[in-house]
C-alpha cells in the first residue's frame, strides 16, 4: 500500500493551531506538531502558500498608534523565519550530503574490489587455458572456473549498473537541494520586499497623524460686546 504524504490540509492546520497558540509558525514547529514526518520541502511549499493566503485575508492596516511597532515586528518575525528556514534546510542538505557521499565512497570501494576479483579470475582462466593442452584431465575444473568467472563478471555488471543508478539519484537530490535553497533565497527576497511595503506605509500614515495634529479645531474667540 502506497505511503500518505504530508497533505496541504494537514500543513495549514497546525499552521493555524500554533499561530492562534501564540507560538511562531516554522518549518520546525509545524513539522515536529505533525510527528516529524515529510521532507523539509514540502513543508516550505505548502508554508509559502500557507502565509501567502494569510497575507491576502489580512490586509486591513494596523491602528495607528502602533504601526511602527507592528512593522518592526513584522520584519523581525520575516527575517528571523526566512534564516531559520534557510539554516535548516542547510542543515538538512549538509547531513544528506555527507551520507550519499559515504556511501558512494563504499560503493567505488566495492567497485574497485569487483574489478580486482575480476582480474584475478581472467588471469587464473588464462593460466588454465596455457596448460589446456597439456592437461586435458583438468577440462572439467577449467570449466567450473569459467562458469565462475562469468558470474563474477555479471555481478560486476549488476553492481556498476547499480552504482550508476545511485549516482544518478544522488544527482537529483543535490538538484533539489538546490532549487530548495533558490526558493528560501527567494521568500527571504519576498519578506524584505514586503518589510520595505509596510514601513512605507507606516510613513505615511505617521505623516496623515501629524497632519490631523495640526488641523485639530482651535478655541472659539468672544465676541465683543
Not at 504601526?67 to 531559520?84: G, T, Y
Not at 593460466?127 to 569459467?146: I, V
Not at 549498473?161 to 527567494?186: C, F, H, M, P, Y
Request: glycine share 4%; no cysteine.
Amino acid at each position: 500500500m502506497a505511503r500518505t504524504g504530508i497533505t496541504k490540509d494537514q500543513v495549514f492546520e497546525a499552521a493555524r493551531e500554533i499561530r492562534d497558540e501564540g507560538g511562531t509558525v516554522t518549518i520546525a514547529a509545524v513539522r515536529s506538531r505533525l510527528g516529524n514526518t515529510g521532507s523539509y520541502s514540502t513543508y516550505s511549499r505548502h508554508l509559502a502558500e500557507w502565509r501567502k493566503q494569510e497575507s491576502s485575508e489580512n490586509h486591513a492596516p494596523p491602528t495607528p498608534a502602533s504601526v511602527e511597532a507592528i512593522a518592526r515586528r513584522l520584519w523581525s518575525e520575516a527575517w528571523r523565519l526566512a534564516s531559520e528556514s534557510l539554516e535548516n534546510a542547510s542543515r538538512q542538505w549538509e547531513k544528506e550530503k555527507k551520507h550519499l557521499e559515504f556511501e558512494l565512497h563504499n560503493l567505488a570501494i566495492e567497485l574497485d574490489q569487483s574489478k580486482q576479483a575480476f582480474n584475478e579470475a581472467m588471469d587464473k582462466l588464462q593460466s588454465t587455458m596455457k596448460g589446456l593442452m597439456e592437461k586435458t584431465l583438468a577440462f572439467e575444473h577449467l570449466k567450473d572456473d569459467h562458469e565462475k568467472l562469468k558470474k563474477i563478471h555479471e555481478a560486476t555488471l549488476n553492481r556498476v549498473g547499480k552504482l550508476e543508478r545511485d549516482n544518478a539519484a544522488l544527482l537529483q537530490k543535490l538538484d533539489s537541494a538546490v532549487r530548495d535553497i533558490t526558493r528560501l533565497e527567494n521568500e527571504l527576497a519576498e519578506s524584505r520586499t514586503q518589510e520595505r511595503r509596510a514601513l512605507k506605509e507606516a510613513a505615511a500614515l505617521r505623516g496623515q497623524l501629524e497632519s490631523l495634529a495640526k488641523t485639530k479645531v482651535r478655541p472659539l474667540r468672544r465676541k465683543k460686546s
